[in-house]
């Protein structure tokens, strides 16, 4: 192929992509749809305006890491710490139902697998997929109802952050299952050892890190060297470890969202996420995603997948927030505002794809639980506390 196609191939899905995410906006749905949205009418299965090359792959890989590398960078450690004990545990269940309930769909549909085998691993990966919470929507749908800094909000809040903490961990240990060359000890051994050599290694960067803002505040020095420390955190975990490349920039983010100039840096992130290695990654979900081989089966299968996947969230986080003493109502607050879907889910398929424990035909699933989990948690959200002031 000749080099000036790419330029073609970029400028087609910049345009889409934010023309879509624009009017996905319009519709107050996630901008991330509308992208996927683009990538699929602009891809083989649709138009063909867009081909997938091993450019476009490339440069969807650094989108999924500078996106992780941001979420590790929003994150509280502070907010963390304080509701850390309740929030874990609803986090925990949260992770633990999903995974359970997505793995027993896949094999209700496509029969029980022995332990080990690739189609054991297939089915655990569908749940996997599921355990991933994107609270942004919540977010958004507490802000305006003014109830974000409530114990509720707070509570979900945290325990989203730690959910996809758990689902990463869980998606490495899986991936790593997966490699015929790797047993469960080494797995595990790998995955303690990386954690470890991230809490050792990360909090004298940390010191590092703090000295030089310190010296030199909100500069452009300090995102490009925060950028380089992503991008070998990324290498590093899958060179030395086998752990995916998303987790080593994810634990790159964390090490740094205590720094002052934490959101600076998100800022100066955001820029080259926003505009161009964001929309590829999106985009690229749309043109790996197979809608040719999707038959009844597959439809069928959809609908259980985003039935199960908003039906466990509910279950896991809302019975275990009972348990932890909160109200019945607060407690199904919690599970309905756990059970949205995004970013995080659409990673964890990507990583799926890339390592053949999913095939692109089960995008349309994800896309589709992504779309109808973003549409219906703040609408019951706002019915269950419009329920409580009518209680007053």
């Known amino acids: 192929m000749e080099t000036y196609y ?9 345009v889409f992509a934010k023309f879509f995410g624009i009017l996905a906006r319009k519709c107050k749905a996630p901008q991330v749809v509308g992208e996927i949205i683009a990538g699929l009418l602009i891809g083989p299965s649709v138009l063909g305006f867009v081909n997938q090359t091993e450019f476009l792959n490339g440069m969807a ?43 027993l769909l896949y094999m209700g549909f496509y029969g029980t697998a022995p332990w080990g085998s690739e189609g054991f691993y297939k089915a655990v990966f569908i749940g996997v997929v599921m355990t991933a919470t994107s609270v942004s929507i919540t977010v958004e749908s507490l802000r305006e109802m003014g109830k974000l800094k409530g114990k509720v909000g707070t509570t979900i809040l945290s325990a989203a952050i730690i959910d996809d903490v758990i689902g990463i961990i869980v998606l490495t240990f899986v991936v790593g299952f997966k490699n015929p060359d790797s047993n469960p000890g080494k797995v595990v051994l790998s995955t303690v050892l990386f954690f470890a050599m991230a809490l050792v290694v990360g909090f004298i960067l940390f010191k590092i890190f703090q000295g030089f803002d310190n010296r030199y505040p909100h500069t452009r020095r300090i995102p490009i060297i925060s950028l ?9 975990a899958e060179k030395f470890f086998g752990i995916a490349d998303i987790t080593g920039a994810y634990v790159a983010g964390i090490i740094l969202c205590s720094m002052r100039d934490s959101s600076y840096i ?13 929309p590829v990654f999106f985009a690229s979900i749309g043109l790996k995603t197979n809608i040719e081989n999707v038959d009844g089966n597959i439809l069928l299968f959809s609908l259980g997948f985003v039935i199960v996947a908003l039906i466990t969230k509910i279950i896991g986080c809302g019975l275990m927030a009972k348990l932890c003493r909160f109200r019945f109502q607060d407690s199904l607050k919690i599970g309905v505002g756990m059970m949205t879907r995004g970013e995080v889910a659409l990673i964890v398929a990507q990583k799926g794809l890339s390592v053949g424990l999913l095939t692109p035909v089960y995008f349309t699933s994800v896309i589709l639980l992504i779309i109808v989990s973003s549409i219906m948690t703040p609408i019951v959200l706002k019915l269950l506390y419009a329920k409580d002031s009518a209680a007053l």
């Open 6 to 14: 790419l330029f073609k191939d970029l400028a087609i899905i910049i």
């Open 61 to 103: 890989e650094v989108g999924v890491v500078l996106l992780m590398f941001s979420a590790g960078l929003e994150t509280d450690l502070k907010e963390l710490l304080k509701t850390g004990p309740v929030a874990f545990l609803i986090a925990c269940a949260g992770v633990f139902t999903p995974l359970l309930g997505g793995t």
């Open 228 to 236: 380089a420390l992503c991008f070998f955190f990324a290498y590093a």
């Open 266 to 278: 998100e800022e100066k992130m955001e820029v080259s996420s926003y505009m161009i290695f964001g």
